[in-house]
C-alpha cells in the first residue's frame, strides 16, 4: 500500500533547473528526503526535510543551489534544482523515514521506503 512515485527528471543543459515531485501514498511520512545515483557510483544523499518543514539538510555538493521542500496537504515532496551541473546528472530517489527521529538522517539504510527513480541529465 506504501508508494513513493517521483516524477520530473529530464534532460536540460548546464545552468538550468528542474523541479522533481514525490507523491506518497499509505501513511504518513516524518522525514522524507532525496538521493541519487549516478552510473557505476554509490547511491548519495542529497537533501531531507522534517514533517513541519523547518528542518532541512543539504549535502555539501548542492546547498544553495537545490531547495527541497513538502506539502503535507497533498503528501508530496519536492526538489528545486538549479544551477545544475553535469555532475548532477544521476537517477534521483525519492526515500521516506517511518518513524519519528530527532534528527535527519542522510544514510540510506535508515530510509523504509523508496521510489522507482526518476532520471536526471544535464548536458554542456
Known amino acids: 500500500q506504501v508508494q513513493l512515485v517521483e516524477s520530473g527528471g529530464g534532460l536540460v543543459q548546464t545552468g538550468g533547473s528542474l523541479r522533481l515531485s514525490c507523491a506518497a501514498s499509505?501513511?504518513?511520512?516524518?522525514?522524507m528526503g532525496w538521493f541519487r545515483q549516478a552510473p557505476g557510483k554509490e547511491r548519495e544523499f542529497v537533501a531531507c526535510i522534517n514533517w513541519g518543514g523547518g528542518n532541512r539538510l543539504y549535502a555539501d555538493s548542492v546547498k544553495g543551489r537545490f531547495t527541497i521542500s513538502r506539502d503535507n496537504a497533498k503528501n508530496t515532496v519536492y526538489l528545486q534544482m538549479n544551477s545544475l551541473k553535469s555532475e548532477d546528472t544521476a537517477v534521483y530517489y525519492c526515500?521516506?523515514?517511518?518513524?519519528?527521529?530527532?534528527?535527519?538522517?542522510?544514510?540510506?539504510?535508515?530510509?523504509?521506503?523508496w521510489g522507482q527513480g526518476t532520471q536526471v541529465t544535464v548536458s554542456s
Open positions: 526515500a521516506a523515514r517511518s518513524v519519528v527521529s530527532v534528527r535527519l538522517s542522510t544514510t540510506p539504510t535508515q530510509y523504509d521506503y
Open positions: 499509505g501513511r504518513t511520512f516524518y522525514a
